[in-house]
């Protein structure tokens, strides 16, 4: 019999989504309303060819398959024996399994860090350094006449963002808004646009520092800034200056780019001015549908947002020294547990060539390139689909994730099996002493 | 893999570069270099190559963090080339290079 979940979270992107209704006929999904084109590819099609349906462990240039016990067991005793090891990935799991990710690498004393560590990490920083105005997506919906993607591209990357909460939303106060896209790039976004200004590469600062001079009434004495002229900047900062809430969502265009961290301080430093004018907030396009949840966790857990080191039997956090990228450049983690995320395909080439030559273990549903050049591979359920779970969306805002069909036979959660291997660790250490 | 195997250019640049659309392109940046297909893209770009975040560009992109932890994946300089039939990795040929140094294992 067929059966409609209505009220479901896409675990897609950090938009999530909370208004699909799926329908499962015979324990799949067979038809999904109300996603994006991510959304219905990936709930169509979780359970492909891909999925690993047994514990894997490398026996040579081949996996043997294994019970869910010897690999934990061989998990555990790989970690316990390290001396640095890396906990990395959590961005598209539960806060729950976070949690006790949190929980592992504290018993361990390795470092954990998030996938914020090379998209939003910047971001992190920039707001550590100046603050943060910003408000709900709802508010944003409600009440925003001035939308500003910079360095973003929502209709590729976030499909459903301007459909729910800006320029193609209508709000309870508002309904029309305006939109202005800053980019490098004339993107799909760019071509919505009432106003689209196109900036040379890496100069997002210098122009974020401009629009500082210009709504304050000031001049500048040269014709352009970045390529783009003073007038056309004039006009910008006018629109600004004008509107009566205004919003900035920013994207790894300016977290990726030259100038990084101070990118976000130039753009957060604009909209707190703002605010003396009008009402402005500022918000970061956070990327997978839980990494704002990693964040969180991880602040509440141990006092910093990512990039925690446990090596010295507490906390320390120092992006650049105890962030994942910084510790397999230096070559110094000597072991790595991977959950839910995919750093083969996703970190600098040098990077993932350090993070392969560690004794590796991955806990992810799909074979991704980083569970093939693992030693131990631990198959999961699909957060979202087949566990529940809770996330928060982009604006910080928690929301269910929700158990909508069974899980392969024998499959257990990220939460499950990152319980077990906490339980291990900790009976080796007190065998141990 | 064809979605993030592939590179675009604005139609400027690939009659200035000698590019037709669907040849393969070599991109060089100072940390290496990688084979893709070149697409053209519609709209304003000028002296930009725009390729899609995958295991394909991992070794041409930054990985300096400038000590803040975030290595440099958009605006490096880069020179784009053609290359008539030039040969597109496939993903096992990416990642037997990455275990290359391993020694112990592969598929």
């Known amino acids: ?433 | 893999m064809e979605n993030v195997t592939v590179c675009y250019l604005d139609e400027d640049s690939m009659k200035k570069l000698g590019i037709e659309e669907g040849e393969t392109v070599r991109i060089s940046t100072k940390h290496g270099s990688t084979i893709l297909k070149a697409l053209k893209f519609h709209g304003e770009q000028p002296n930009i190559v725009f390729v899609p975040y995958s295991p394909w560009i991992n070794n041409i992109v930054n990985p300096d963090t400038n000590g803040v932890g975030m290595p440099s994946l958009k605006g490096i300089p880069a020179e784009v080339e053609p290359v008539k039939g030039g040969h597109v990795l496939k993903l096992e040929e990416l990642l037997r290079g990455i275990l290359g140094s391993r020694n112990d294992g592969g598929f």
């Open chain 1, 1 to 433: 019999m067929m059966e409609v979940f209505k009220a479901v979270t896409c675990p897609v992107c950090a938009c999530l989504c909370d208004d699909l209704e799926v329908t499962v006929d015979k324990g799949k999904i067979v038809d999904v309303k109300n996603g994006c084109a991510f959304s219905k590819s990936k709930l169509l099609n979780y359970n492909g060819k891909q999925r690993v349906l047994k514990p894997l462990i490398r026996k040579g240039n081949d996996f043997a398959e294994v019970s869910y016990d010897e690999a934990v067991k061989q998990a555990a005793k790989l970690l316990t024996e390290a001396n640095y090891p890396l906990f990395y990935g959590w961005s598209m799991t539960s806060c729950e399994a976070i949690r006790v990710g949190i929980e592992l690498a504290e018993e361990i004393g390795g470092v954990i860090d998030t996938t914020s560590t090379i998209c939003h990490g910047p971001s992190t920083l920039g707001i550590q350094d100046v603050g943060l105005v910003s408000s709900t997506l709802g508010q944003v919906r409600h009440r925003a006449d001035l939308i500003i993607y910079w360095g973003s591209n929502p209709l590729i990357a976030h499909p459903r963002h301007m459909e729910r909460y800006t320029v193609f939303s209508k709000g309870r106060f508002q309904e029309k808004r305006k939109l202005v896209v800053v980019d490098v790039r004339e993107t799909e976004t760019a071509k919505k646009a009432d106003l689209f200004i196109r900036i040379e590469p890496n100069k997002d600062f210098e122009v974020l520092q401009a629009l500082r001079v210009l709504i304050r009434d000031d001049e500048l004495d040269v014709e352009k800034v970045a390529g783009i002229p003073v007038a056309t900047l004039e006009k910008l900062a006018e629109m600004m200056v004008e509107c009566k809430f205004g919003a900035l969502f920013f994207g790894s265009g300016l977290t990726m780019t030259e100038g990084k961290n101070r990118n976000v301080d130039a753009a957060i430093s604009l909209i707190r001015d703002l605010n003396r004018i009008t009402k402005f907030i500022i918000m970061p396009m956070r990327g997978h549908f839980n990494v704002t949840g990693a964040d969180m966790v991880f602040t509440w857990q141990t006092g910093f947002p990512y990039a925690v080191d446990f090596s010295m039997g507490y906390p320390r956090y120092n992006p650049g020294e105890t962030s994942a990228i910084d510790i397999l450049l230096r070559q110094e983690s000597d072991a790595a547990l991977v959950v839910a995320s995919d750093p083969v395909a996703t970190l600098p080439r040098k990077a993932a060539e350090h993070l392969v030559k560690n004794p590796l273990i991955v806990v992810d549903p799909h074979m991704s390139a980083t569970a093939k050049l693992a030693d131990i591979v631990l198959p999961s359920t699909f957060v979202g689909i087949e566990a529940k779970g809770t996330a928060y969306r982009m604006d910080n805002v928690p929301l269910p994730l929700k158990k909508i069909v069974e899980p392969p036979t024998g499959i257990l959660s990220d939460e499950d099996i990152l319980s077990k291997i906490l339980f291990e660790v900790r009976r080796l250490k007190e065998n141990a002493s």
